[in-house]
């Protein structure tokens, strides 16, 4: 079992994410205080506050757990982000051609891109080596 992680470049990415999340929070904030203005009530203040504060919670939650680029191969399956995949599941496997991602189709005929500009130049040529060994070899049996 060999797992692939993201570079540093990724976490600057999430991190840029989780602040333009914060900034458009701030920006939200900023019209509830003109609300908050002709209301005049500190109950309405707090509730809006701690919705805010939820708002940019749950966020910065969902922008890091949708962010999950991380691969692991196996010898008869891999898991990309949270997805399983079998190898016999692989109809077919396009490599990456001029800086595209490259993706599988599945005999289910779905399009599974794998995202891995993210990761290392030796970890990309790697993944995608393995992956065209085990389709090959599962296409040879058949």
Same mark, same amino acid.
């Given at each position: 079992?060999?797992?692939? #992680?993201?570079?540093?470049l990724?976490?600057?990415?999430?991190f $840029?994410?989780?602040? $333009?999340?914060?900034?458009c929070? &701030?920006? @939200?904030?900023l &019209?509830?205080?003109?609300i908050?203005?002709?209301v005049?009530?500190?109950?309405?203040e707090? *509730? @809006? &506050?701690i919705?805010?504060?939820?708002?940019?919670?749950?966020a910065?939650?969902?922008?890091? #757990?949708?962010?999950?680029?991380? @691969?692991?191969?196996?010898?008869n399956?891999?898991?990309?982000?949270?997805?399983?995949?079998?190898?016999?599941?692989i109809?077919?496997?396009?490599?990456?051609?001029?800086?595209?991602?490259?993706?599988?189709v599945?005999?289910?005929?779905?399009? @599974?891109?794998?995202?891995?500009?993210?990761? $290392?130049?030796?970890?990309?040529?790697?993944?995608?080596?393995?992956?065209?060994?085990? *389709?090959?070899?599962?296409?040879?049996?058949?």
């Open positions: 079992m060999k797992k692939y #992680r993201p570079t540093l990724y976490i600057i990415k999430i $840029g994410l989780v602040v $333009g999340a914060a900034f929070v &701030f920006i @939200i904030s &019209f509830t205080n003109i908050s203005f002709f005049e009530s500190s109950f309405f707090k *509730v @809006i &506050f919705l805010l504060i939820a708002v940019l919670v749950l910065a939650f969902q922008i890091i #757990r949708s962010n999950n680029p991380t @691969i692991i191969l196996d010898n399956h891999m898991m990309i982000g949270r997805q399983k995949l079998n190898y016999d599941q109809k077919k496997f396009y490599p990456a051609k001029g800086g595209s991602e490259p993706y599988l599945t005999k289910a005929g779905h399009k @599974i891109d794998l995202e891995i500009s993210w990761f $290392g130049k030796n970890d990309r040529a790697e993944i995608e080596n393995i992956i065209l060994e085990k *389709v090959q070899s599962l296409t040879k049996k058949l």
